[in-house]
């Protein structure tokens, strides 16, 4: 080829296909379990173990990260085609969970160096294999040389060998001078996997079962992983309550999960494109992030896809997103992740896989929580109206300040009484059209009738025309005309002072002439 017509792929390349490709470091980590779930896989195909583990070590101290899994290793002999080439995969697009070839890199803009350590069984070796990535980026960096990309990898990678037992099969990661410090955050990232990785539910999230039964049921294979980091087993995010609080320290559990309900669809071949679950709370209201697990999560090959904001723009009212936890799995074969990995790649299947998945949002989970919002409004009206009763009775027994107030109070009770016999009446609709008990509606009005009744109580009956109980009444010691004008007194201050307010000052004077 006429060197001058030679296609030319710059240096920068690299950095575009590294730290440029993605908007959160922590995406480094779901890219090499991902690697490692695939070759896990491959393991399990060739009878190596049915199960296989994932290892992750964050040791901030040192500022090191490894990843390590005990699947196949790679053979000696495609150890260079594998770990220098760059997006030269030899995984299948559509059966493997990764398969572009850049993933793997991604710790290079995040580390001095990115070792690759791996041993194939059988052969009585280790590869190593260490790309320097202070001198890729000093490289990358000097703007006055233009280098290729495959000649800068020639410069930058090295690769050494060493004896191994025979037996041994592994693959492992090695980031060190790790500078990121949201990557040497374990909690952090172990909070983040939770709800990334291919891991089991924990056995603590009451629906755990359910879930894996309806899966069983379906005929659905879940991709499920042994993780550790730095010892600690790793399970989805899930529990079985709700929180609210600013962080973890004044959290404070508000409800519960009632249950969880399940959705799929089809293509218009019948083929499954997605199956997925849902949980119901109590509250039935947008969950805040203290709930780390809240929102719809779109999953591929049980690895999530985007973050809690990528199906929101699916919803009809894009608040009803956090309204729930819940998963949703794309099993069609042609729903391929695009390479960033924050959605799918467009294909007439994937458009086929939005449209049904917005009509499910936008009919059954509208519904519900437009519903659940009505009866939410509608148990805070009875609510308030007994709470108003029991307020009223009690300032029949102490005393109102004047003729004034106590009309005043007749008038809310009136109004408040109304409101809630509505309110009951819209309850008795809604749960006459939602009889079943197994509907989510059903589940939330069993609640909450369980703390609050919806027959409004018509035990007692405001007096009008009763001469009322005043609070200077009780004041024996001051004459007649005495408590007369301390009345006018407390109406003053129940005229001009906020309640609470007039409330603490009337009775500090109570005190004192009592």
């Known amino acids: 080829m006429d060197k001058f017509n030679k296609t030319i792929i710059g240096k920068d390349v690299i950095e575009s296909l590294t730290i440029g490709m993605y908007d959160d470091s922590r995406f480094i980590y779901r890219e090499y379990i991902q690697n490692a779930a695939d070759q896990i896989d491959k393991a399990r195909q060739q009878g190596l173990f049915d199960d296989g583990e994932i290892h992750i070590s964050i040791d901030a101290a040192k500022q090191t990260i490894s990843i390590e899994d005990d699947a196949t290793g790679i053979e000696e002999k495609k150890v260079v085609e594998i770990l220098k080439n760059i997006a030269q995969s030899t995984k299948q697009r559509g059966v493997d969970k990764g398969f572009r070839g850049i993933g793997r890199l991604g710790g290079l803009g995040y580390c001095n160096k990115l070792i690759f ?81 291919p891991v089991p539910f924990s ?41 609210e609080g600013t962080d973890q320290s004044n959290r404070k559990k508000i409800g519960e999960v009632l249950d969880v309900l399940f959705f799929k669809d089809y293509d218009h071949e019948n083929n499954k494109l997605f199956w997925g679950w849902y949980g119901i709370t109590e509250k039935n209201q947008s969950l805040n992030q203290i709930n780390y697990s809240r929102g719809f999560r779109l999953r591929k090959s049980n690895i999530q896809i985007g973050n809690e904001d990528t199906l929101t723009r699916f919803h009809r009212d894009r608040r009803f997103q956090f309204y729930f936890f819940g998963e949703v799995y794309a099993l069609h074969k042609d729903l391929i992740p695009n390479a960033r990995r924050d959605n799918f790649s467009e294909t ?120 009322p109980v005043f609070r200077t009444d009780k004041l024996s010691k001051l004459s007649k005309d005495q408590r007369k004008f301390l009345g006018n007194i407390f109406s003053i201050i129940r005229n001009v002072l906020p309640k609470e307010n007039a409330e603490l000052l009337i009775q500090k004077i109570e005190e004192e002439y009592k």
């Not at 194939?120 to 280790?126: I, N, P």
């Not at 049921?217 to 309550?241: C, M, Q």
Request: glycine share 2%; net charge negative.
């Open 203 to 243: 056995k603590s999230f009451i629906y755990a079962k359910k879930i894996y039964d309806e899966l069983k049921s379906e005929g659905i294979a879940l991709d499920e992983y042994k993780t550790f980091v730095n010892t600690d087993p790793l399970y989805k995010g899930y529990n079985s309550y709700i929180y």
């Open 117 to 197: 350590e791996t041993s194939f069984k059988g052969e009585a070796v280790k590869s190593i294999m260490t790309w320097d990535a202070t001198k890729l980026k000093s490289i990358i960096n000097n703007r006055s040389q233009k280098e290729e990309a495959s000649s800068v990898i020639d410069e930058v990678t090295s690769l050494t060998k060493e004896k191994e037992k025979p037996e041994a099969h592994y693959f492992k990661v090695t980031l060190t001078g790790v500078t990121n410090k949201d990557l040497l955050d374990k909690k952090e990232i172990m909070n983040y996997l939770s709800m990334v990785a």
């Open 348 to 467: 007439n299947t994937y458009y086929e896989f939005e449209n049904k998945l917005k009509s499910f949002f936008h009919t059954t989970i509208h519904k519900l929580c437009y519903t659940a919002a009505d009866i939410n409004s509608a148990i805070k009206s009875i609510d308030g109206f007994n709470n108003f009763k029991a307020e009223f009775e009690q300032k029949e027994k102490d005393g109102f300040t004047d003729k004034n107030e106590k009309e005043a109070f007749i008038e809310t009770f009136e109004k408040k009484k109304e409101e809630a016999v509505k309110a009951s009446s819209k309850l008795e609709t809604i749960k006459s059209k939602n009889g079943e008990t197994q509907t989510p509606i059903a589940k939330i009005l069993e609640r909450a009738s369980a703390k609050t009744s919806f027959d409004i109580e018509n035990d007692f009956f405001p007096d009008a025309e009763a001469k």
